[in-house]
């Protein structure tokens, strides 16, 4: 059966947004606001996109997980989105402490945490440096790569910016263009989703290369074995990376694991109702939760 997709022009009204003081600048968020359900243990929901994308990653779930009366505060990363850049090429360790400012600028003492991709790899770094600020995660698209996989990665990458770096003919665009559509899959593309994506990945004020080179240097399955919090790992059987999330399972069993079928790279825009249900499931179960 084909997945639904959800037309840009039904979506979710952006949320208020704002700006947080961070170690490298502003901090961009889009916080949904109001209160989480009486009596629940589920805590506001920060959600980190994954690169070269923004905070509009979650436009599509922010209307859903409203319904399970989830707080979500979806953060642009620095240099991505409406977010000030670091002054020098970061990695995934250098993002950290702006995540955490944000919290403190929202006056938020613990928060959930989810991270898509790049962002699952951001979410064990805060959840690492900042333990007691974090309750639970979700890893949605972990990338526990070997070393000689990630130099691999970053040998494509560097062979590919060329491609992508702008041009007076605007090709640039059409090769991006053409990319999107075949990393949203056999999925029907909604011709204004693949329009965003291309957007967001050249209108950071870093150049977009910064999130996978980040990504490609971090070391996730170290930083995975160190984690003491409880967490899911989320996938979905089309995701360009779900191997990588299979193998995330194997080296921590003791992690909970939900593996939607179907869906690609795009899986938030495609079936956000179903992605949003899986999510407060795993946030609002159990009460008796000792540890971080």
Known sequence: MAASVTSADSR??????????????????????????????????????????????????????????????AIDTPGFGYSDPAPFVPRIEDW??????????LGITRADLLGHHTGALLATEVALQAPARVRRLVLNGPFPASGSERRQ???????????????????????????????HGPVPADPELITRYVVQKYQGLAPHWHGHNAAFHYDHAAAMARL?????????TGDDIHEFAKRAAALRPDFEYQEMQGGTHDIVDQRPDEWAAIVAAFLEEGTADSRP
């Open 96 to 105: 950290a402490g702006s995540i955490v400012a944000v919290l403190d600028h």
């Open 12 to 73: 979710t009204p952006v949320p208020p947004r704002g700006y947080a003081r961070g170690p490298h600048g502003l901090v961009h968020y889009h916080d949904s606001g109001g209160r989480v359900r009486p009596g629940s243990t589920c805590l506001p929901l920060v959600l980190l996109h994954q690169s070269p994308m923004s905070a509009r990653q979650f436009d599509a779930a922010l209307g859903p997980l409203a319904t399970h009366r989830i707080r979500s505060i």
């Open 228 to 236: 003491t919090h409880r967490t899911l790992i989320l996938t979905n």
């Open 153 to 183: 990665y970053l040998a494509a990458m560097e062979a590919a910016r060329g491609e992508s770096a702008p041009a007076l003919d605007g090709m640039h665009f059409v090769r991006s263009f053409a990319l999107r559509i075949a990393m």
